[in-house]
């Protein structure tokens, strides 16, 4: 099997943002899971709307996808780019039990959009934690990985699943 390289350290080993101007303008779509797993008590109390500080769901929502809009800002090397979609769907799991959090990005550009989707699934979970945290300090913020991306050269990828 070939040695693969990392795509953002130059000959050197100097952390570099990649050059894609020469690369075509192709749609591009990714989506990113990740769940906050927390007491039955707690689930219950963000289902019914009445946590302390509103509406969980629907603050983390916004925050996920306002996260998405400002990843290159967050991760270094990664660059700007003009997001056309973002959707962040949250859906209570009794089995864990919490919140499954999944975010769709989606964009017409040069490079991937796959750190735009787990920033989106990230911070949605961190404000799910920061929401319910006076009542549930044990959450776990768990499992959050790529699903699939589409698009781009080396064209499209899906997880195995667990």
Not at 14 to 33: G, Y
Not at 118 to 144: F, N, Q, W
């Amino acid at each position: 099997m070939p040695r693969r390289s990392l795509s953002h350290i130059d000959s050197t080993g100097a952390a570099n943002m990649v050059d894609v101007s020469e690369k075509p303008v192709t749609e591009r779509v990714a989506v990113a899971e990740g769940m906050v797993r927390m007491a039955p008590d707690t689930l219950a109390l963000v289902l019914s709307g009445n946590a302390r500080k509103g509406d969980v769901i629907g603050t983390a929502r916004i925050a996920g996808i306002m996260a998405a809009k400002r990843t290159s800002d967050l991760i270094p090397l990664c660059h700007p780019i003009g997001l056309s979609k973002v959707t962040v769907d949250i859906e209570p799991d009794p089995s864990l039990p919490g919140l499954r959090i999944r975010a769709t990005t989606k964009v017409a550009d040069r490079t991937g959009v796959e750190m735009e989707a787990l920033t989106a699934v990230s911070v949605a979970c961190l404000t799910v934690y920061d929401m319910a945290k006076a009542v549930d300090r044990g959450m776990e913020i768990t499992g959050i990985r790529l699903l699939e991306k589409q698009g781009g050269r080396s064209g499209n990828w899906r997880a195995k699943a667990k």
